[in-house]
């Protein structure tokens, strides 16, 4: 069961206030944005095929991190832990599934296999969030809702 408190002077269990204590929700929005971050250097690198030191590690990163990310927006409901778990397993089978694919039709390319994990991330996140649920007060009254 959860506890749900009034208090009036915003202060937690170890004496500091609310605006003193660290918010976890900034944490990760940093953390989001700069994984981000070296997903699109890691795209611009193995894309515009530039010879660089950090090619090799942030391809790789690319190739994980783009569909993690999208399979983690796809799974909103999960708790953090099991979503992070899920999306990259999930990331990694949809790598394993489009070089077996690429390789059984003889069309395997490093490029290629590149854009094919890249296009099918795209896809997972728009239809995540073509098909995400939004609250009440963002949905457009309609005709039967003004009745």
């Known amino acids: 069961m959860q506890t749900i408190s009034n208090d009036t002077d ?32 890691g795209a611009v690198l193995a894309f515009g095929d530039l010879d660089s030191p950090l090619r090799g590690p942030l391809t790789l990163l690319l190739l994980l991190g783009a569909p993690a990310g999208a399979i983690a927006i796809a799974l909103n409901g999960l708790q953090p ?9 999930g990331g990694a089978a949809l790598n394993l599934l489009v070089a077996q694919a ?6 395997w390319s490093v490029r290629g296999g590149m ?8 896809a997972i996140w728009a239809l995540a969030l073509l098909t995400r649920k ?5 949905r457009r009254p309609t005709k039967s809702s003004e009745k």
Do not use: K
């Open 10 to 41: 915003n202060s937690s269990s170890d004496g500091r206030s609310a605006q003193a204590r660290p918010r976890t929700g900034d944490l990760a929005l940093l953390f989001a944005g700069a994984a981000t971050a070296v997903v699109v250097v």
């Open 81 to 89: 832990w099991g979503r992070v778990v899920a999306s990259l397993v």
């Open 102 to 107: 690429m390789l059984a039709m003889h069309m």
């Open 115 to 122: 854009v094919a994990v890249c296009g099918l991330s795209l």
């Open 134 to 138: 939004h609250p009440v007060h963002l």
